[in-house]
């Protein structure tokens, strides 16, 4: 571990001076964090202190959304060969800053559509709503499809939410 302001020995070790406190950055990557409740990350320090050889650190918070994209799964339930069904896809910002949605692709695309699907501003605090089109093609008893969620943000990444649906003939 890298730690700003700590003497590196050769073997990459890091020295804290006796007495002395050092400022230490964890980062947790929270991209497959599904829930919202309470998280818990335990991370060890191992020291060269035979009374305390190995430190933990528990670290307890809460994933927070830049961009809640309700709902998650869109379920269209049991729907017939060739009909067309929509569903409402909602889409808030929770930022202080406008968020743009470059782009919201669907997979499969022949079964699949989305509108509107590019360049839509969200205000900070608001909701935009992009309507979700199923038209299944042949029965299958469980259609599992995606769609994705393109912003300007760098730091939000693409946000992916399943399509299901059961399809029968009658």
């Known amino acids: 571990m890298a730690v700003p302001g700590g003497r590196q020995t050769e073997d990459k070790k890091t020295v804290i001076a006796p007495g002395a406190s050092q400022k230490v950055v964890l980062t947790v990557p929270t991209k497959y964090v ?13 020291t060269n ?7 933990r650190i528990t670290l307890q918070f809460t994933v927070k959304d830049i961009l809640v994209v309700r709902p998650d ?7 017939r060969v060739g009909s067309e069904n929509s569903k ?9 800053d406008a968020i743009t949605i470059r782009k919201v692709s669907v997979f499969p695309g022949h079964a699949l559509n989305v509108s509107p699907n590019a360049d839509v501003r969200v205000d900070p605090g608001k909701t935009v709503t992009v309507q ?7 029965p299958d008893r469980s259609f599992l499809g995606l769609v994705q969620i393109e912003t300007d943000r760098e730091n ?3 946000k992916t939410v399943q399509v299901r649906a059961s399809v029968t003939e009658d």
Request: net charge positive; charged share 30%; aromatic share 6%.
């Open 73 to 79: 799964p869109v379920a269209f339930g049991k729907v």
């Open 88 to 96: 409402p896809l909602t889409i808030t910002n929770k930022t202080k």
């Open 156 to 158: 939000l990444g693409v």
């Open 132 to 138: 979700v089109t199923f038209r299944p093609p042949s």
């Open 49 to 55: 202190d035979p009374d305390k050889p190995v430190v």
């Open 34 to 46: 599904r829930s919202r409740e309470p998280y818990h990350k335990t991370v060890e320090v191992e």
